[in-house]
């Protein structure tokens, strides 16, 4: 056994377990964009990849809707209950039922809204398709296996799927023509995922009927994360959906290449926050404030590295993975959109990890509300008259003033009584 082993505590090297599962996860999620995001704009072109990009950011709120906070809560809970050496079922099963139910109803609100519009009819196959990613998010319970913190267990599952992905994209995509095959692969890797994850975790449950109504309490609680990730959803993927309104699917191909390199970027900080999160959640007040600083200068380091990075060498990356001209003449936009790997860095260490460890959903809600809103509001402004110049200003100036208000709300969190800190 090392002498970095010997020195950490059972506690402890559980986070490191998890938090190496989690890096060989997310180094994946950060290494296949690079393989995948380039091959797609070269086999696709630059409209059909906006495109298909476009469809997927439209799938992002049917993921939320399901989700609905359960990856927050529910892990919270299911924590808390293997500390406490209790059965996991009932909270297990009331994520389960409710997830399904509304993967029913986010099915029939997509094809109302599908054949309503000429936009979207005109792809509807597209649309249909790329549903296949909601139902497989929603049967992927890892939200349990990070609360019983067994992240390499779905650490195997998520590799094997997204390299079937790969592997099926490489082989099948070949012209633009093939773009309805993109939404077709990726649902049938994010099945897969779901499908064997959901075989490995009920290993651990005993089955349980649906019963809504004895879950109303813990439902009421998942309902103020759903806001907030749906609000927080108003200045991410709602920025692409809008770009493709106003400017069309060229330009939201453009914006997807800058923003799928830059969400990669920021996939670095998920591995620390996904494997202490459950550690941090059983922790005192003063414990946790001396967790955060520690990661605070971690967090900062490696965002200011990855954004000097992008915007010393934004011009020859881009060159080097893409293929339209046009991606690299707006080099400029992906070099100011870098400030984001350090930005959301900063604040995700207190709305994603902190707020949540200290159960302050309502107060997240609240915050996150604030950004969807003025993003909306700034990008239902600019984006329409300076198209992707405005929906990168829109973004980068959320993101920083979401920093400021972390910094802001977290020192007068610092002012109160520890025993307040936990609610």
């Known amino acids: 056994m090392s002498k970095l082993s010997k020195k950490l505590s059972g506690e402890e090297k559980t986070v490191a377990k998890n938090y190496g599962?989690?890096?060989?996860?997310?180094?994946?999620?950060?290494?296949?964009?690079?393989?995948?995001i380039?091959?797609?704009?070269?086999?696709?072109?630059?409209?059909?990849?906006?495109?298909?990009?476009?469809?997927?950011?439209?799938?992002?709120?049917?993921?939320?809707?399901t989700d609905f906070g359960f990856n927050i809560t529910a892990t919270r809970e299911i924590a808390i209950l293997k500390t406490e050496g209790k059965d996991f079922s009932e909270v297990y099963f009331r994520v389960f039922w409710a997830r399904l139910a509304l993967v029913f109803l986010c099915f029939l609100l997509l094809v109302t809204l599908v054949f309503s519009f000429d936009k979207f009819r005109i792809h509807w196959e597209l649309y249909l398709l790329s549903y296949g990613v909601v139902i497989g998010q929603a049967i992927f319970p890892v939200w349990f296996f990070q609360g019983i913190e067994k992240m390499r267990l779905?650490?195997?599952v998520n590799v094997v799927a997204k390299v079937i992905f790969t592997v099926l994209?490489?082989?099948?995509?070949?012209?633009?023509?093939?773009?309805?095959?993109?939404?077709?692969?990726?649902?049938?890797g994010f099945i897969i995922a779901g499908i064997l994850s959901l075989i490995l975790s009920l290993k651990y449950v005993t089955w349980q009927k649906p019963d809504f109504y004895e879950g109303l309490s813990f439902y009421k609680e998942s309902s103020h994360m759903f806001v907030s990730n749906l609000a927080a959803s108003l200045y991410t993927s709602l920025n692409t959906f809008l770009l493709g309104i106003f400017g069309g699917d060229a330009m939201v191909g453009i914006y997807a290449a800058f923003e799928k390199l830059i969400l990669a970027s920021k996939n670095m900080f998920i591995p620390i926050y996904q494997s202490v999160y459950p550690y941090m959640s059983r922790k005192s007040g003063k414990e946790m404030n001396q967790l955060m600083k520690k990661l605070l200068l971690v967090v900062t380091v490696l965002g200011v590295l990855v954004s000097l990075v992008f915007i010393i060498l934004g011009e020859w990356i881009l060159d080097l993975l893409f293929k339209d001209p046009q991606i690299v003449e707006n080099a400029y936009l992906f070099k100011i959109m870098s400030s984001i790997a350090l930005f959301s860095g900063l604040n995700m260490l207190y709305n994603v990890l902190y707020l949540p460890a200290t159960k302050q959903f309502k107060k997240l809600m609240k915050i996150m509300i604030a950004a969807g809103i003025f993003n909306a509001l700034l990008s239902l402004i600019i984006v329409p008259i300076y198209k992707i110049e405005g929906t990168?200003?829109?973004?980068?100036?959320?993101?920083?003033?979401?920093?400021?208000?972390a910094a802001f709300l977290y020192r007068k969190e610092l002012k109160k009584p520890e025993e307040n800190l936990i609610n």
């Open 154 to 156: 779905i650490t195997v």
């Open 169 to 188: 994209l490489f082989f099948f995509i070949n012209s633009p023509d093939d773009y309805i095959q993109v939404p077709l692969f990726n649902s049938i």
């Open 21 to 36: 599962a989690l890096v060989v996860l997310q180094g994946l999620n950060y290494l296949l964009p690079l393989l995948i």
């Open 38 to 65: 380039p091959f797609l704009e070269h086999q696709l072109g630059l409209q059909k990849f906006g495109l298909v990009m476009f469809a997927q950011s439209l799938m992002v709120f049917f993921v939320l809707i």
């Open 392 to 405: 990168v200003i829109a973004v980068v100036t959320t993101e920083f003033l979401l920093v400021l208000a």
